[in-house]
């Protein structure tokens, strides 16, 4: 890669502004502190300062980068005495050359050359024989450094109003929706006790009944054949497939084939309600995750990590159903479920004996239609608020880009 330099910067190749240390070595991140304490170092690992070791293996400002994983290329700043471990690699500067400026230089994730695909690593030689643009004065590089850390100071703090921003808009999603499928639209109506510890009181006309005497359940997903095997492969839904939120993802749903017989038993319907089962990880809890079958999604089928609900809609909306299995109080309660258990799982006996509040299905239906007008618009504003966030990521990117390569001059700007 040749760096593209503004007028007053020089290119030079990565590797004659460090000098290469040697990284973690047989120190393992496992093995090290967990906590600081008297007498302890601060230890760097790809996921940078998380560690504490007996002994410093540096006493020099420097620069880690993350070598291997999901982070490689991130990198961090270290000064004082540390130390590095396994996977990662240290850069300290060489003489005439400001640490700060080369961390924004190197922090640029999208500056190394990377190998691997389910492990990426680094390619720390090759990528170090890049250019870079580098102001003549440490003064200049200094300054430079210091403008960045002040700008990207600014964005980062708004960045995160905005994003505490969308959490209380998603709080108050949240609450909006378990209270109307547990309290209802009236804040008059009276009201009893529903007998139900998790449930408080209710609405005096409404039911407590148990989901599955309203319900059917579906555990027969499929998962078929490679679709090189027919001419018209199906999608089928996985976990990955169903997001929170209670989309239904299809864009990287898998093609698969299955017989007549297959379809006909797995093929999802509107109104009917997809719940993952299982989430297939000891890290990722997402069962208990459900989607709502709607009017003009393409038709796909369900596999074996799924479960299809089916409400009885004689007495039963689709829409309130599907509100109350995504509402706050059902999250917890699937949360206790499934925190017993090795791996994740529903367990699907229990999640059919769910005590469910019932109105009538006019009420059901006044409910759900309250719903959808708010949840969009409290959608629609989240959508305005993250794309701005996406807008200030994208903005600090390009300011950090054009101030290290010069095409902006910091040298007036108050230091």
């Known amino acids: 890669m040749n760096a593209d330099c503004a007028a007053g910067l020089r290119p030079l190749r990565a590797k004659w502004t460090v000098t290469p240390g040697r990284g973690g070595g047989s120190l393992i991140k496992g093995e090290m502190h967990s906590e600081p304490s008297d007498g302890l170092y601060p230890g760097f690992s790809a996921s940078g300062q998380d560690v504490w070791v007996d002994e410093a293996q540096y006493d020099v400002a420097g620069i880690v980068v993350s070598a291997v994983g999901a982070r490689c290329g991130k990198a961090f700043r270290a000064s004082g005495k540390w130390a590095a ?75 995160e109003k905005k994003e505490r921003l969308v959490e ?30 998790w449930l408080g009181q209710i609405p005096a006309h409404w039911q407590i009944v148990r989901l599955k005497h309203h319900a059917r359940f579906d555990n027969s997903g499929v998962w078929g054949d490679e679709p090189e095997v027919c001419d018209s492969p199906t999608p089928v839904a996985r976990t990955a497939d169903i ?44 069962s208990g995750k459900a989607a709502l ?42 949360e206790l479920m499934v925190s017993a258990t090795t791996y994740p799982n529903l367990r699907v006996g229990e999640y059919r004996a769910f005590e469910v509040p019932l109105p009538s299905l006019s009420e059901q239906r006044a409910i759900t239609e309250l719903l959808d007008r708010e949840t969009t618009r409290i959608d629609a504003l989240t959508a305005k608020v993250q794309e701005a966030i996406e807008r200030l990521k994208e903005y600090r990117t390009a300011l950090i880009s054009a101030a290290v390569t010069g095409k902006i001059d910091v040298r007036g700007v108050e230091r």
């Not at 990287?252 to 109104?271: Q, Y």
């Not at 309600?273 to 990880?281: A, D, L, P, T």
């Not at 074996?304 to 309130?320: G, K, Q, Y």
């Open 85 to 159: 471990v396994a996977n990662t690699h240290v850069l300290l500067p060489r003489k005439h050359f400001d640490r700060d400026f080369l961390w924004w230089v190197f922090n640029d994730e999208g500056f190394w050359l990377t190998g691997g695909s389910a492990q990426p690593y680094v390619q720390f030689e090759a990528s170090l024989d890049q250019q870079v643009c580098v102001p003549e004065s440490e003064g200049e590089q200094r300054a430079i450094a210091r403008y960045l850390d002040r700008e990207t100071a600014k964005i980062d703090a708004l960045v």
């Open 168 to 197: 209380l808009l998603q709080e108050k999603r949240s609450a909006l929706i378990t209270h109307a499928v547990t309290k209802g639209l009236d804040p008059n109506v009276p009201t009893r006790d529903s007998g139900i510890e």
């Open 243 to 286: 997001s929170t939120g209670g989309r239904v993802n299809f864009e990287d749903m898998p093609m698969r084939c299955l017989s007549d017989a297959e379809k006909r038993a797995s093929l999802c319907r509107a109104g009917e309600i997809i719940v993952v089962k299982s989430s297939g990880s000891i890290s990722s809890v997402v």
């Open 293 to 334: 079958v709607t009017e003009g999604m393409p038709r796909f089928s369900f596999s074996n990590f799924l479960m299809r609900v089916i409400p009885d809609r004689t007495v039963l909306d689709s829409r309130f159903a599907y509100a109350f299995l995504t509402s706050s109080v059902v999250r917890k309660r699937i």
